[in-house]
């Protein structure tokens, strides 16, 4: 049977692509970011993922505000890493694994949560940039993708109650499946942050906290504010905590934190690194 070996979770803040390109990671800004990271890497060089369902947000790259699916599944063999805007470098294409991803459509439509079957899709900073950070130095990429997206750009976005529901339906599909695989769980993005209006940077260290110490034990306590509530609170773009709502939907019922990193600002975000063992 296939094994989930834990969750990985990380912001996936642009920026982060630039000081990996310019060697910043041991600058006064950069230090207390990527010093979250040898824990990463140590972890995953012991437990060997092969597979990683990656729970993120698109950001104009394949959706735009004229066609926006609340969820999507890629089930493509590869995936393409393209810039949308930011100016990062390309990273060499991403293997999927179709045939796990069917699995999983299959269990979410099952379980009535119908998403948008892509058979293309390509990779922005939102998954580009977690997986660089959590592999800095391979000549191949270690793992296969199965990307799930979630519109957290335009509203009506999907409540924190269905991501939940979204990440355990996929967990479900995770357990029965037949392979041998060892698959890592990941959600990107957030935390608080808020790029645009009245409130551009703002961030709120109190939110972050409690959904960090709730994360592993309690993530029902997640669900319990609205969207608009989340909005307030994590500012228009730290509804990205979405994607690890599901993320640790899909890891199991138990889990336990053996490492997290909080630090804040890295651009306009307080960005956080979490990683979670099933218990
Ligand atoms: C920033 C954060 C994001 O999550 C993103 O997608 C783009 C930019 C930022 O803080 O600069
Ligand atoms: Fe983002």
């Known amino acids: 049977m296939a094994e989930i070996i834990g969750g990985y979770f990380t ?10 390109h310019r060697g910043d990671q041991q600058t006064p800004y950069w230090k207390p970011f ?3 990271f040898p824990k990463v890497h140590e972890w995953l060089a012991k437990m060997k993922p092969d597979v990683a369902v990656v729970f993120s947000n698109d950001h104009g790259l394949n959706f735009f505000l004229d066609k926006m699916p609340t969820f999507a599944v890629g089930a493509a063999a590869e995936y393409q890493n393209e ?6 470098p390309l990273y060499r294409p991403f293997k999927g694994h179709p045939e796990l991803s069917w699995h999983v459509i299959e269990q979410l439509v099952a379980d009535e949560i119908d998403p948008l079957t892509c058979q293309q899709m390509l990779v922005d900073h939102a998954i580009s940039i977690p997986i660089e950070l959590a592999y800095p130095s391979v000549a191949e990429w270690p793992v296969r993708l199965v990307p799930i997206g979630i519109n957290t750009v335009q509203h009506p976005l999907p409540s924190a109650r269905r991501c939940l529901a979204l990440g355990r339906s996929v967990h479900k599909a995770l357990a029965s499946w037949s392979g041998a695989e060892r698959i890592v769980v990941i959600g990107t ?19 972050d906290r409690f959904c960090l110490d709730h994360l592993a034990s309690d993530p029902d306590a997640l669900t319990k504010h609205s969207i608009h509530d989340m909005v307030r609170l994590a500012g228009t773009q730290g509804v990205e905590v979405l994607n690890w709502i599901a993320a640790r939907g899909a890891l199991g019922p138990g889990a336990r934190e053996i490492h997290r990193n909080y630090h804040l600002p890295i651009s306009n975000t307080a960005a956080a690194t979490v990683l979670l063992e099933p218990a």
Do not use: C, K, T
């Open 11 to 20: 912001s996936h803040v642009p920026a982060i692509g630039g000081a990996i």
């Open 34 to 36: 990527f010093d979250g």
């Open 83 to 88: 810039d949308e805007g930011w100016g990062l």
């Open 189 to 207: 993005g957030g935390l608080s942050h808020q790029l645009d209006g009245e409130r551009a940077g703002f961030m709120n260290p109190d939110y």
